[in-house]
């Protein structure tokens, strides 16, 4: 029986391919010491061994060593490559590496419809010269080309297998032997389409109107958020579940227990109410940036933030995974991936995490409109802006310490610009519905009934909060924050389940505080030391979820670096907000001053000194030759 290892980039169609290759003739399993689907298929007497999607050979994630691990342990017979002809440069980039196992290679190129409708034109014999490989022009979603796959499966001995492999030393000159075969191989044409495309470029990516027209849409955004429609819509919410909701839970149970009504209406209605209502805001937040990804104008971001990306050592694509940042830290970790380099892919996850994802908002939306009611699009803003702001410094450190290497090459696809797809913006709406009411109704309700027993008990049975068991923790932990002026004990409590979700920081705080927070807040925060705890809800450590993703994907101690360095990251700057900040309102002596710049100095030093720590006596800031990788 031939062994057939299906390979390609993720989304150029390879699941189609090997279900329409192997029908129902499938065994789903799992890679030994992973969580990745093993995925087998069969037709006659060929296996069919679908390996996951990568896009390079040079990394570390769980499934590029499973792929080159089944290459070079496992006894294949056949390499079949699908790749992307609308986007073949950037997929070709695999194909030379899969060469490097002298395999007989296979390379169905996929979407030529697509390809042909953007101008692209491929011969597809000169590219096969070119490339000595065997190439079988297919479209997959429409099963066409599938039978000369099987066809030239079957034939082994016609493939072309030679001794000719190509030895690259960098991806820049991976890309320029790519770029000269495609030259002798490709037309392109220019097509309506692309006429379109090029006006629109000829304003969006002007040299001096395109930063300008990027800030008013993202002002536009937040406008739109806490202004015009996510804001008022969340106060219609509210009023629905405290005016009309919670008195006719209380006006249903006021014949039992007190200490049950408090379960259920300071507890459960509480915390998980407090989070509900928050939900318009984070939808209209999600289908701005939806619709700006959708629209195209996603990658003309990366392609501006390129030149400033630069000077913390990322190529404008590791953009991308930061603005999905915003939406939530997971998928833009994940995103990383598609970065050509390890050192791109490394710098890039860590930095995400500084993005404010959506599960922050809720805390940002509260706050601001307590403490800074006629200015809570520019406070919110602000954060966003911060965190990435702390992106660009860390990023800036960071290359000049841990991941000191060459540039790499900034290549990128810009799509058609098109408008944003209804259903498309439907179903990503209602996954990320789904998703927080499924937190919310799960998470937030086992945590608000936890913290309800925590806040109401303790040794002796039933007692005053204050005296409480989780007053116990959090009154241990809260000398940490005194020096960034929220030193109460249900801050303390409220960030320690933030852990969790960063949701549960408001609903923590409305089962802990019993009350309406809005009422409530003033009592413990003042303007000052409520930004000062936003600035640390922005920067400390993310949620487990994205603990556990930075784990998968690169390891036990770059995950664990990641952790402090956050935490560290964040008292330091809201340590400096609320200092300096005093130092202005309060007018403080300058002992003050030189105090908390001192301080500063000094956790930047240790920082540079723990970072230059992760690599060897004789690193010469190369990754390839170091002998301690950080995610190992």
């Known amino acids: ?43 006659d007497d060929i296996k069919i061994v679908d390996l996951p999607g990568i896009y390079a050979m040079d990394t570390y994630s769980n499934e590029e060593i499973v792929s080159k691990n089944f290459l070079l342990n496992e006894d294949v017979d056949i390499i079949l490559n699908i790749v992307d002809a609308s986007n073949i440069d950037r997929n070709l980039y695999l194909t030379t590496q899969l060469k490097q196992f002298n395999k007989p290679i296979v390379l169905a190129v996929n979407m030529i419809d697509v390809a042909e409708k953007k101008g692209i034109f491929i011969d597809f014999n000169i590219l096969s010269s070119l490339l000595d490989v065997t190439i079988v022009p297919i479209q997959a979603s429409k099963g066409l080309g599938i039978s000369e796959i099987k066809a030239t499966l079957k034939n082994l001995e016609a493939l072309k297998c030679t001794n000719k492999i190509n030895s690259f030393s960098s991806e820049k000159e991976t890309y320029k032997y790519i770029e000269t075969i495609l030259s002798k191989s490709q037309k392109n044409i220019k097509s309506k389409t692309s006429k379109r495309n090029d006006k629109l470029d000829s304003l969006l990516l002007n040299p001096w109107l395109a930063y300008p027209i990027f800030f008013m849409i993202l002002a536009l955004m937040f406008q739109v958020t806490f202004s015009w429609i996510g804001q008022p819509l ?65 990658a003309r971001v990366a392609f501006l933030m390129d030149k400033i990306m630069r000077k913390i050592g990322l190529s404008g694509k590791a953009f991308i995974p930061m603005i999905m940042g915003f939406g939530c830290s997971v998928p833009a970790i994940m995103n990383a991936r598609t970065l050509e380099s390890e050192k791109d892919r490394k710098l890039t996850a860590l930095l995400v995490p500084l993005m404010s994802c959506n599960a922050r908002l809720p805390v940002y939306s509260i706050f601001a409109l307590v403490f800074f009611p006629k200015h809570i699009g520019i406070v919110v803003a602000s954060l966003y802006f911060l965190g990435i702001i702390m992106a660009f410094v860390i990023g800036l450190i960071f290359n000049k310490t841990i991941f000191k290497n060459d540039e ?225």
């Not at 089962?511 to 920067?539: E, K, N, Q």
């Open 234 to 298: 969340s106060d219609l919410l509210g009023v629905l579940v405290d005016d009309y909701f919670t008195p006719f839970v209380a006006n249903s149970i006021s014949s039992f227990n007190p200490w049950f009504q408090s379960l259920i209406l300071d507890g459960i209605i509480a915390g998980v109410g407090g989070i509900i209502v928050l939900l318009p805001i984070i939808l209209s937040l999600f289908t701005c940036i939806t619709i700006l990804e959708d629209s195209g104008y996603m």
């Open 408 to 632: 790499e090459p900034f290549l990128i696809e810009l799509p058609e610009y098109k408008a944003p797809s209804f259903k498309n913006l439907s179903n990503q709406l209602l996954e990320k519905t789904k998703s927080f009411l499924t937190k919310a109704g799960t998470l937030i309700f086992a945590m608000s009934i936890v913290l309800w027993f925590l806040s109401n008990f303790n040794i002796h049975g039933l007692c005053d909060v204050n005296d409480s068991i989780l007053a116990s923790i959090g009154t241990f932990i809260a000398p940490i924050f005194k020096p960034l002026g929220f030193g109460n004990w249900q801050s303390s409590v409220s960030l320690l389940t933030g852990l969790l979700a960063k949701e549960s920081v408001v609903a923590s705080m409305s089962v802990i505080f019993s009350g309406d927070l809005y009422a409530v807040l003033p009592l413990h925060f003042t303007a000052l030391s409520a930004f000062s705890f936003m600035v640390f809800v922005l920067l400390y450590t993310p949620c487990i979820s994205v603990i556990g993703t930075m784990k998968k994907e690169f390891g036990n101690k770059m995950c664990a670096f990641s952790v402090i360095y956050q935490v560290l990251l964040a008292w330091i700057a809201s340590f400096a907000v609320y200092n300096i900040g005093s130092l202005i309102i309060y007018n403080k002596s300058y002992i003050e001053i030189f105090i908390t710049a001192l301080l500063l100095i000094s956790a930047i030093f240790i920082l540079y000194r723990s970072s230059k720590n992760n690599s060897c006596k004789n690193c010469k800031g190369s990754c390839d030759n170091c002998n301690i990788k950080l995610e190992k």
């Open 1 to 43: 029986m031939k062994t057939v290892a299906l390979l390609g980039n993720p989304n150029v169609g390879k699941t189609t391919l090997f279900n329409l290759l192997t029908g129902s003739n499938q065994k789903v399993g799992n890679w030994s010491g992973v969580t990745i689907d093993k995925k087998e298929g069969f037709f």
